[in-house]
């Protein structure tokens, strides 16, 4: 059975915890609450902690983040997901900027099915799907090299409750460990 796109309501919230990979100790928590709709996008407000940090980020309906490279105004936006959901789902992104703008993602995700996953947020029914690609530095100098990154979806939150992503450096030597776990879903009331 397909999964469809979910229905997000303003005031939805999510919170996450960010661990880096390589020693399982967390490195800051973020809220993210459904703001508002433009133009057909999401407006996701995030609050940062420890940086104290709060910024409006765009999505899809897709929960594709729109980001743009450092010299341009012009957002692109792209992600794992595309709905529906099936175990057949193949879907590919391309020149998606990283947070800071200064390198972007190509990435060739994959759908593997329903399994189980536990979170500090509980255990749930999610949808697995698989990403690798690469990653090419524009700014402050160029590089390449290769990701690849894990997502399992749960409908039941109309969200991911789990991220690891996982980067190598040109030379193939291991970069950065990312996991991001789902803590608490509170649905609009």
Not at 74 to 97: K, N
């Amino acid at each position: 059975m397909p999964i469809e796109r979910p229905e997000l309501k303003v005031g939805d919230t999510w919170i996450t915890r960010a661990l880096d990979g390589w020693n399982n100790r967390e490195t800051g928590q973020f809220t993210l609450t459904v703001s508002g709709f433009e133009n057909g996008r999401t407006l996701v407000r995030t609050h940062a902690l420890p940086a104290d940090q709060t910024y409006t980020r765009m999505f899809t309906p897709d929960w594709h983040i729109c980001r743009s490279m450092r010299n341009s105004t012009e957002a692109v936006c792209g992600g794992p997901l595309l709905f529906p959901l099936t175990d057949s789902y193949r879907h590919s992104y391309r020149r998606l900027p990283n947070n800071s703008g200064v390198s972007y993602y190509d990435g060739d995700c994959e759908g593997r099915g329903f399994e189980k996953v536990r979170v500090p947020a509980g255990e749930f029914d999610a949808f697995k799907v698989e990403c690798t690609g690469t990653w090419t530095r524009v700014f402050g100098g160029s590089s390449t090299g290769r990701y690849d990154e894990t997502f399992w979806y749960a409908p039941s939150v109309r969200n991911h409750v789990k991220q690891v992503f996982n980067s190598r450096l040109t030379s193939g030597s291991p970069d950065i460990r990312l996991i991001v776990e789902l803590i608490e879903f509170k649905p609009a009331p």
